[in-house]
């Protein structure tokens, strides 16, 4: 048995009745769409989001929360860690947010019904005209003042906090938006899937000062990429000096 399908084993049977009782509205919900509106669709889910994280006893911090931006149409890019990682930005961010995600992740049970109830742009790897549209799309998006989160490093390493390196087609749509960036780190959400949700050790989700426009005008998106790891590098480093 993996290690991730053992938490999973393990969320479903602490919560099962809960489960039962907020589950199936979730999966009516995602196929009766037109029903609810986003906000009603947002709402039920990161309910069932943060009910499921925290009768597992899941510690979450956020620091930073200062640093999100007044105004909606942000960009946040976070490192990536665990499958995890999207729960634990969506239980601490205020607001609505999105999720860019690979599309290989969004046909398991619950990921699935999420992914319909909390807007998402689901990349299929092999297919770069649909690559290129949801780009577009996402363009459109946070033109029209809605957040999104994405994990320029695709995949993600489950041993440490260590930064692999950064997709910089990822920054397109900000670049034309002409829309803030706002890096995050995660740390330690890789403990969740290594050691059990029974870690006490809390995760940690650091929001950085964002990114404006201005500071991107005139920058490639590879120079844009470097620019966004740069700052969540260094203030992985700055973090693992006082740990």
């Known amino acids: 048995m993996t290690k991730s399908t053992s938490i999973i084993i393990k969320a479903v049977s602490k919560n099962f009745w809960n489960i039962m009782r907020f589950y199936p509205k979730m999966i009516y919900m995602a ?3 037109k029903k609810y509106s986003s906000d009603e669709r947002y709402s039920y889910c990161l309910k ?3 009910m499921l994280i925290d009768t597992c006893n899941i510690k979450i911090n956020a620091y930073g929360l ?10 946040l890019c976070s490192n990536h860690q665990e499958k ?10 205020p607001r609505k947010i999105g999720v860019i995600l690979n599309d290989k992740a969004c046909h398991r049970p619950f990921i699935r019904e999420v992914t319909y109830l909390i807007k998402s742009r689901r990349l ?6 649909s690559i290129l549209t949801s780009f577009k799309e996402i363009t459109e998006d946070l033109i029209k003042k809605e957040n999104y989160m994405i994990f320029p490093e695709g995949d993600y390493e489950t041993e440490t906090n260590k930064l692999s390196s950064f997709h910089s087609g990822c920054f397109k749509s900000p670049q034309k938006a002409k829309c803030p960036i706002l890096p995050v780190v ?15 050790k809390p995760i940690q989700v650091h929001y950085l000062k964002p990114i404006m426009p201005e500071e991107l005008e005139g920058l490639t ?3 844009i990429s470097k620019l966004v790891k740069s700052k969540i590098q260094n203030k992985i480093d700055e973090l693992e000096k006082v740990s």
């Open 31 to 33: 196929n009766h769409q």
């Open 48 to 50: 069932l989001i943060k």
């Open 66 to 75: 200062e640093n999100i931006p007044e105004n909606d149409g942000v960009y």
């Open 84 to 93: 995890f990682d999207p729960l634990a930005i969506w239980y601490s961010f």
């Open 124 to 129: 299929i790897h092999s297919d770069m005209h």
């Open 186 to 200: 995660l740390v330690d959400s890789y403990r969740i899937f290594d050691k059990g949700y029974k870690t006490t």
């Open 221 to 223: 998106t590879a120079e």
